[in-house]
């Protein structure tokens, strides 16, 4: 039988995101795998968003158990993948800065003040450029086309 709420004003069916701090809990301690699904798609939607962060702030002082455990890998594990594809989405950037350029790798890298090794690391995603960096990189590329264009 799926979670109901009282003295609240909402239901489960309403969206997760308007349910108030009382309702999150119903659902976290008396809810089933069912009535969990949509904190989990709200979590994964956004990571660091309301519904996570009260999330959060319950299972700071709820007593530690299974569920907890379940809704703190759920939110660990939607932060990882956002880090990672805005690490991936970086990566694609300087890929394309460089390739744009036209120029070769080690030359593009002698002109934002780097090294090779270095900017290897930016184009694989390994590490992520400081964002002075990156707008070092997409301003050199945007220069070196317009030279070229010229």
Do not use: C
């Amino acid at each position: 039988m799926p979670v109901t709420f009282r003295n609240v004003d909402a239901t489960p069916a309403d969206d997760v995101r308007t349910w108030p701090y009382e309702a999150l809990v119903t659902v976290i301690d008396r809810g089933l795998v069912e009535d969990w699904r949509p904190v989990f798609v709200e979590i994964r939607r956004s990571p660091w968003g309301s519904v996570a962060r009260r999330v959060e702030k319950y299972l700071s002082y709820r007593e530690p158990d299974g569920v907890s455990a379940l809704f703190a890998l759920a939110i660990e594990h939607a932060r990882k993948a956002v880090e990672k594809a805005d690490r991936d989405e970086v990566a694609a950037r300087v890929r394309d800065a460089v390739a744009t350029s036209g120029l070769t790798k080690a030359e593009f890298a002698k002109r934002i003040g780097t090294s090779a090794s270095r900017l290897s690391t930016y184009l694989t995603g390994q590490v992520t450029p400081s964002a002075a960096m990156l707008v070092r990189i997409q301003r050199t590329a945007e220069t070196v086309r317009a030279m070229s264009s010229s």
